[in-house]
C-alpha cells in the first residue's frame, strides 16, 4: 500500500510513496459503492486499496475541519436518591432501588 497521506489528487499525479505499516480493516460497502470505487481505480490506474485510503483520508480531513471545536455534550448528573442501590453503579434506578441492568440481573438470578 501507498502512503497514508494518499489523496486523490495525489493517485492523479501520481507522487512517489513509501511503504507504510497498513491494517487490514473488514467494513461491509455496498455493492454500488464497491462498483464505483473500482471505476475510479480503473480510470486512474492504481488500486482499489489506495482509492479507498485516498477518500477516507479526504473525509477525515474534512470532518475535522466541521467538528473543531465541537465538544460532547455533558453527561446528565442523576440525583443520589434516584441512584441504583448497587455499590459504584452510577445510573437512575427503575425498579426496586435497582437500574435496568441490575433489576434484569436479579430478575435472572432468581428464575
Known amino acids: 500500500m501507498g502512503n497514508a497521506k494518499l489523496r486523490?489528487?495525489?493517485?492523479?499525479?501520481?507522487?512517489?510513496?513509501?511503504?507504510?505499516?497498513?491494517?487490514?480493516?473488514n467494513v461491509k460497502v455496498p455493492s454500488e459503492i464497491l462498483a464505483r470505487i473500482a471505476a475510479l481505480a480503473g480510470k486512474l490506474r492504481t488500486s482499489k486499496t489506495e482509492?479507498?485510503?485516498?477518500?477516507?483520508?479526504?473525509?477525515?480531513?474534512?470532518?475535522?475541519k466541521e467538528l473543531k471545536g465541537w465538544?460532547?455534550?455533558?453527561?446528565?448528573?442523576?440525583?443520589?436518591?434516584?441512584?441504583?442501590?448497587?455499590s459504584g453503579c452510577e445510573r437512575e434506578k427503575v425498579a426496586k432501588?435497582?437500574?435496568?441492568?441490575?433489576?434484569?440481573?436479579?430478575?435472572?438470578?432468581?428464575g
Do not use: F
Not at 486523490?8 to 480493516?25: N, P, Q, W
Not at 482509492?51 to 475535522?64: C, K, Q, T, Y
Not at 441492568?101 to 430478575?107: E, L, N, P, V
Open 97 to 110: 432501588g435497582l437500574c435496568a441492568t441490575h433489576y434484569q440481573a436479579q430478575r435472572r438470578a432468581k
Open 8 to 25: 486523490l489528487d495525489d493517485l492523479v499525479s501520481r507522487g512517489a510513496a513509501g511503504r507504510e505499516t497498513t491494517k487490514l480493516m
Open 71 to 86: 465538544k460532547a455534550p455533558p453527561r446528565p448528573v442523576i440525583p443520589k436518591d434516584r441512584r441504583c442501590t448497587i
Open 51 to 64: 482509492v479507498v485510503v485516498a477518500i477516507l483520508n479526504e473525509g477525515l480531513d474534512a470532518a475535522d
